[in-house]
């Protein structure tokens, strides 16, 4: 066993609520400044934010320790408790490019009101008539 292993199992617990708790923090900044925010960068930026927290809680979710690779193979038959859950990775790995595609879409839009309105507030663009 390497050193990296024998640390993971020392603290497991530890690492484990640091995953949770890093994940829930990264969606509570995001919400908070997608709420609070009056700059649309800002707010765009926070959306991002609070989606990278979404995709990290749902790996940690379908994480298992010392799981294998969902992959049947000669030998490996019965080892199916034992399989790594590959519906959360293929969940995030689509909400990765998705929520590429909105933030780009997002950021055009800003672009656009800016263009339009020169500035990026919020109050400022309420209060202007089109």
């Known amino acids: 066993m390497n050193e990296f292993q024998e640390i993971f199992i020392k603290y497991k617990d530890l690492i484990t609520l640091a995953v949770y708790g890093s994940a829930i923090m990264l969606i509570v900044i995001g919400l908070y400044a997608a709420l609070v925010k009056k700059h649309l960068v800002k707010i765009v930026i926070g959306l991002s934010i609070m989606e990278a927290g979404v995709n990290l809680l749902f790996v940690a979710v379908g994480y298992i320790q010392n ?50 309105h020169h500035t990026a507030n919020i109050d400022q663009i309420k209060s202007l008539k089109w």
């Open 67 to 116: 799981g294998t690779a969902p992959i049947f193979s000669p030998g490996n038959e019965n080892s199916a408790a034992k399989m790594v859950d590959p519906v959360p990775q293929a969940l995030v790995l689509t909400a990765i490019v998705i929520g590429f595609a909105v933030t780009a879409l997002a950021l055009s839009l800003v672009i656009r009101l800016y263009k339009h």
